[in-house]
Each structure stands twice: as structure tokens, then as C-alpha cells.
């Protein structure tokens, strides 16, 4: 391995010093990153500033970095074999290394925006069927409960009812409508 590296020229040493650190170090940091691994410590000058509002698309990052270095290494490596010169083997190889850093910050870009808000609109239980939990009181006297799925979730939601009876536990029931305070009217489902 040394004689083989040591009868490689200083340009071709560049080159694979740069794809084997960078491809390192690389590999280490899109581990710690989808592990949920803290990378603050490596030195990451794109990690969150108080007060800060967002940058947004972050093409200047130490894992973009580190993703440029590792394809314009290699891609500098396949095009000397290929026997290009060296002024088009650095230009084939900062190109694509570009290429890389621009689809890194795309691809972390998009996965920043994955995350949801949380934020329960009750809004969209309206017309949904659910079941009664706890007893709802005939002609809004009593406030009971129910369990309807709502954005995707099951959630035991605040009910009164406008029915003449009251709405028992297990009867099935339709969002009729939703006050302003996040009560839900419901009537019994006759279906």
C-alpha cells in the first residue's frame, strides 16, 4: 500500500487524500445525522442561532462540505483514470462537487419542512362519525364526550348534543357542528 501510494504524484495524492478523509468523514456525519446524532460539536456552522429566523436553503454547511469534498475527490480519481488533463479533471470534479452540495441542501431543505405543526383545527371533525365516551346530555344540559378521529388521530373531544334523548356511551354519532370554544355538536348517527 505504501509503495503504492508513494509512486503516486503529488496531484493524484491530492486526490485520493481529499475522497478517502472527506468520504470519512462523510459517512460519519450522515450516520449522526439520521440517527438524530449531535454534530454541533464537529464544528457544524449550520446549526441553530437563537433568535435566529431560519435561513431556509443552507448551500454553505460543514456536511456540504464534506459531501464536495468527497465526490470532487472521487470524481477527480475516475477522471484521471480516464486519462483527462489536469485542468479538466479539477474542472469535472469542482462541477460535480457543486452538483453534490447543491442536492445536499435541497435534500435537507425538504426534510425541514416534513415536520407538522401540530396544531389541532377542529374544524376538520366536522361531518365525521365517531362514538360517544361519556354521556352527552339531551338538549345541551349535559356536556359528555366523545372519541372521533380527527387528522388522522383518535381524540376524545367535548360534545353536546341537540337530540331530545340523551346520547348513551357506545352510541354512534356524526359532528353536526363546532362552536367557536371547541365544543362539538353532534347528533346520533342514523345510518
Known sequence: ???????????????WVTALISSLLFIILMIMTFVGGEVDDLGDVDAEIDGDTGIGFQFLS??????????????GIACMNEGYS???????????????MLAMAALFYYLGKLTSSGSLKLKNALNGVGEVYLTI???RSK??????????????????TDENTDLKQGDIITVTQVTD????????NTN
Open 1 to 15: 500500500m505504501e509503495q503504492w501510494f508513494a509512486a503516486l504524484g503529488t496531484f493524484e495524492k491530492v486526490y
Open 62 to 75: 460543514f456536511k456540504n462540505l464534506m459531501g464536495f469534498f468527497t465526490i470532487f475527490g472521487w470524481t
Open 86 to 100: 489536469h485542468v479538466v479533471t479539477v474542472a469535472i470534479s469542482v462541477f460535480c462537487g457543486l452538483l453534490m
Open 137 to 139: 346530555g339531551a338538549n
Open 143 to 160: 356536556m359528555g364526550k366523545v372519541m372521533i378521529k380527527v387528522q388522522g388521530g383518535l381524540r376524545e373531544l367535548e360534545a353536546l
Open 181 to 188: 370554544n371547541g365544543v362539538l355538536i353532534v347528533n346520533k
